[in-house]
């Protein structure tokens, strides 16, 4: 996954690094949102908690030991516990929304460097699909990059004695470089800096940052945690055959910051999930917008307790796997935002 130190109707393909630490639209209509997925409540409809469950605790099921997400957010999301209506998805202003709801439905349970530690045979059974929606990317185009918010409970510890809070986190997707058979790496590399491919990144990567200033501009947050989306693993391929992720970063981000200027209080993320805990924390967390470095294949955590990255650590301790999938949560919204390219 991409975070260093830390972090369609039309889609169905047959076919880290360690300690968390950042540096690593409308709402859906009533009605099924995606194949074999949850139908969205109508107005002032309860959600089928159990069923909503049910698909949560299958999906769990497909995982490699020790790669899934924690259990108490299957129970919290039966009991009705979760945010579920705070949960958003933004995507580029432009995007197909069909393409935009497939790609969050169509997700893979894990996978870390093109390796997928879950059953295909099971997943395929379960949800109709081997693996996730990216795979229809090809060299000449890009599945679309998304974004997801939600309000999730963050736990200091596994235990039945650890501590609970409530963060507000955006789900941003580097682009991939960890692997040639990476879409991402297939469709950019090799790179030199001034190229078009190389400017249609950096617009791209400002896309991405900018999911997360209009995220927290439009929920009226003071603070923002950044971490190194798409450092770290995600940003080999990039740092041997192309001018490297730092050059990006400072690229894509800093126009971004500009606009945004004196908006927010822009700082580096925290170790996670020690910084929801400490005393003096609790009302910053409050006006607070955290991001986590996410996947473009992967349901929010990737592999949880045996992925060292920023994903894995929010992973681990949150519910956000079952907050951020459309097949456990119909009440998400859907909002668009502008294009930078």
């Given at each position: 996954?991409?975070?260093?130190?830390?972090?369609?109707?039309?889609?169905?393909?047959?076919?880290?690094?360690?300690?968390?630490?950042?540096?690593?639209?409308?709402?859906?209509?009533?009605?099924?949102?995606?194949?074999?997925?949850?139908?969205?409540?109508?107005?002032?409809?309860?959600?089928?908690?159990?069923?909503?469950?049910?698909?949560?605790?299958?999906?769990?099921?497909?995982?490699?030991?020790?790669?899934?997400?924690?259990?108490?957010?299957?129970?919290?999301?039966?009991?009705?516990?979760?945010?579920?209506?705070?949960?958003?998805?933004?995507?580029?202003?432009?995007?197909?929304?069909?393409?935009?709801?497939?790609?969050?439905?169509?997700?893979?349970?894990?996978?870390?460097?093109?390796?997928?530690?879950?059953?295909?045979?099971?997943?395929?059974?379960?949800?109709?699909?081997?693996?996730?929606?990216?795979?229809?990317?090809?060299?000449?185009?890009?599945?679309?990059?998304?974004?997801?918010?939600?309000?999730?409970?963050?736990?200091?510890?596994?235990?039945?004695?650890?501590?609970?809070?409530?963060?507000?986190?955006?789900?941003?997707?580097?682009?991939?470089?960890?692997?040639?058979?990476?879409?991402?790496?297939?469709?950019?590399?090799?790179?030199?800096?001034?190229?078009?491919?190389?400017?249609?990144?950096?617009?791209?990567?400002?896309?991405?940052?900018?999911?997360?200033?209009?995220c927290a501009e439009r929920r009226g947050y003071k603070r923002i945690y950044l971490a190194d989306v798409g450092g770290g693993a995600f940003s080999e391929g990039l740092n041997k055959h192309g001018p490297g992720y730092l050059k990006l970063k400072d690229?894509?981000?800093?126009?971004?910051?500009?606009?945004?200027?004196?908006?927010?209080?822009?700082?580096?993320?925290?170790?996670?999930?020690?910084?929801?805990?400490?005393?003096?924390?609790?009302?910053?967390?409050?006006?607070?917008?955290?991001?986590?470095?996410?996947?473009?294949?992967?349901?929010?955590?990737?592999?949880?307790?045996?992925?060292?990255?920023?994903?894995?650590?929010?992973?681990?301790?949150?519910?956000?796997?079952?907050?951020?999938?459309?097949?456990?949560?119909?009440?998400?919204?859907?909002?668009?935002?502008?294009?930078?390219?």
């Amino acid at each position: 996954t991409s975070a260093p130190l830390a972090a369609p109707a039309a889609l169905t393909p047959t076919t880290s690094t360690p300690a968390a630490v950042g540096g690593g639209g409308g709402a859906a209509a009533a009605g099924p949102s995606h194949p074999n997925g949850a139908a969205t409540p109508a107005a002032g409809e309860e959600p089928n908690w159990e069923e909503l469950a049910k698909m949560a605790e299958d999906l769990r099921g497909t995982y490699k030991d020790g790669f899934a997400f924690p259990p108490w957010s299957i129970e919290m999301l039966r009991n009705g516990q979760l945010l579920c209506g705070a949960t958003v998805v933004y995507y580029r202003e432009g995007d197909s929304l069909e393409e935009v709801k497939a790609i969050a439905a169509q997700r893979e349970p894990c996978n870390i460097m093109m390796r997928r530690p879950y059953s295909l045979d099971r997943l395929e059974r379960l949800l109709g699909h081997r693996t996730g929606g990216y795979s229809m990317s090809t060299k000449e185009k890009l599945q679309p990059n998304i974004a997801i918010f939600c309000r999730t409970p963050i736990r200091s510890n596994p235990g039945p004695q650890a501590q609970i809070e409530t963060v507000n986190v955006i789900n941003v997707i580097g682009y991939a470089f960890d692997a040639p058979n990476q879409p991402d790496w297939q469709y950019f590399l090799p790179l030199a800096e001034g190229d078009a491919k190389w400017k249609e990144l950096v617009a791209r990567f400002s896309q991405m940052w900018r999911f997360i200033f209009e995220c927290a501009e439009r929920r009226g947050y003071k603070r923002i945690y950044l971490a190194d989306v798409g450092g770290g693993a995600f940003s080999e391929g990039l740092n041997k055959h192309g001018p490297g992720y730092l050059k990006l970063k400072d690229a894509s981000l800093n126009p971004i910051k500009e606009e945004y200027k004196d908006r927010f209080l822009v700082e580096q993320l925290p170790r996670i999930p020690d910084f929801a805990f400490q005393s003096d924390n609790k009302a910053i967390l409050e006006e607070s917008l955290l991001v986590n470095a996410w996947d473009p294949w992967s349901m929010v955590g990737n592999g949880n307790f045996k992925d060292n990255s920023l994903d894995g650590f929010f992973g681990r301790c949150t519910a956000m796997a079952v907050l951020c999938w459309p097949k456990t949560n119909p009440c998400m919204k859907w909002e668009a935002v502008k294009s930078d390219w």
